[in-house]
């Protein structure tokens, strides 16, 4: 082959930096593959990595020991219905075991499904990592000013000044139990980030992954039918401590929905911490978030969506390596001109 490209370029500078631009597309193109997988990727679920003590799975036979339920909570065989299709209803379920892993990931199967028309259901269920378990309350079934981490999956539009957002909604809040969610404006003044998920009446199986690693929050859904995983939330600067609680509640007002969980699966992530970080007494933590902003200017933020300062550096670093591969695109280009031309005057002399 090396013979053939030098009977078809005999000049070798061209050739050769040909070869170079290729090479250095190659690598370039390996180097952002690599950085997507290493920022984007969910994990696939490995089995050996799964923390059964903090999972929930079918036919929940860890009820009763690793699982308190509470409310309308109703458990059979194929799911967990936190509450019935009937108004006025709240259920939850609580891992019985605190969390000490400092890096996680979870999976959780849903279905919210009921005979309510379009906009006539309510209210949604949330997710939660939070100090206290069991303790009922106004928020989809929980109580108020809590510590820690939730996941809201709002079925039900309150605010109707709020329309540049469709409904369902997913959003997340972190709390250190001062900040009260406000239901009126649908928790916008203490949202995080947030995306619209038609999660309501599918026929279909829907996911939701929830990852907390080294002080990053992403959420993802997978709600589509397509196997994949779709960013929700991603944002940086998030202080959650070790010791919490995971579990799952939803409520049901004037409107009604049957809530369910399938499942819910913790997986451990394996991630390096340095030797200040590792001696850290991460129980100690008290919830917190870096942003660019206060959560409260969000009210005029229409994409709902801004995220933290720590861990966007890389994305500024693959815009500044596009760049710079610009650049050297362009001056390979104006190099092998540039050489055609030497030769067509050569030529003329």
């Not at 909570?73 to 709240?90: A, C, F, G, I, N």
Request: charged share 25%; proline share 4%; glycine share 10%.
């Amino acid at each position: 082959g090396l013979g053939e490209m030098r009977r078809l370029n005999p000049n070798g500078v061209a050739s050769k930096m040909r070869r170079f631009t290729a090479c250095f597309c190659s690598a370039v193109a390996l180097l952002v593959v690599g950085l997507g997988s290493v920022f984007g990727d969910i994990t696939d679920g490995a089995m050996e990595h799964l923390k059964r003590e903090h999972s929930l799975m079918k036919p929940y036979q860890g009820v009763g020991s690793q699982w308190d339920f509470w409310g309308s909570t109703l458990v059979t065989s194929s799911y967990v219905r936190l509450t019935p299709d009937e108004r006025s209803k709240q259920g939850s379920i609580w891992n019985t075991v605190p969390c000490y892993l400092k890096d996680w990931e979870m999976h959780v199967q849903f279905k919210v499904h009921g005979s309510g028309k379009k906009n006539l259901h309510g209210d949604g269920l949330a997710i939660w990592y939070t100090r206290d378990r069991l303790h009922p309350g106004p928020v989809f079934g929980n109580q108020d000013n809590f510590h820690g981490l939730t996941i809201f999956l709002d079925t039900f539009r309150n605010d109707l000044h709020g329309m540049d957002r469709s409904f369902p909604y997913i959003s997340a809040m972190v709390n250190n139990g001062s900040v009260s969610y406000d239901h009126g404006k649908d928790g916008r003044s203490s949202e995080l980030g947030g995306c619209s998920a038609e999660i309501r009446n599918r026929d279909y199986d829907t996911y939701l992954a929830v990852r907390y690693s080294k002080g990053r929050l992403t959420v993802m859904v997978d709600v589509d039918d397509k196997n994949e995983w779709k960013e929700c939330i991603d944002i940086g600067g998030v202080r959650l401590p070790t010791g919490y609680y995971f579990g799952a509640s939803a409520a049901t007002g004037d409107l009604s929905d049957n809530h369910d969980i399938i499942s819910m699966k913790l997986y451990q992530l394996m991630v390096e911490h340095s030797p200040e970080e590792e001696n850290l007494d991460w129980t100690k933590i008290e919830p917190s978030v870096s942003l660019l902003k206060s959560p409260k200017d969000n009210i005029d933020d229409p994409t709902g969506n801004f995220r933290g300062t720590p861990l966007t550096g890389w994305k500024v670093f693959l815009l500044l390596l596009c760049s710079l591969l610009g650049i050297v695109v362009c001056a390979v280009v104006g190099a092998v001109v540039f050489q055609k031309r030497q030769e067509r005057n050569k030529r003329f002399y």
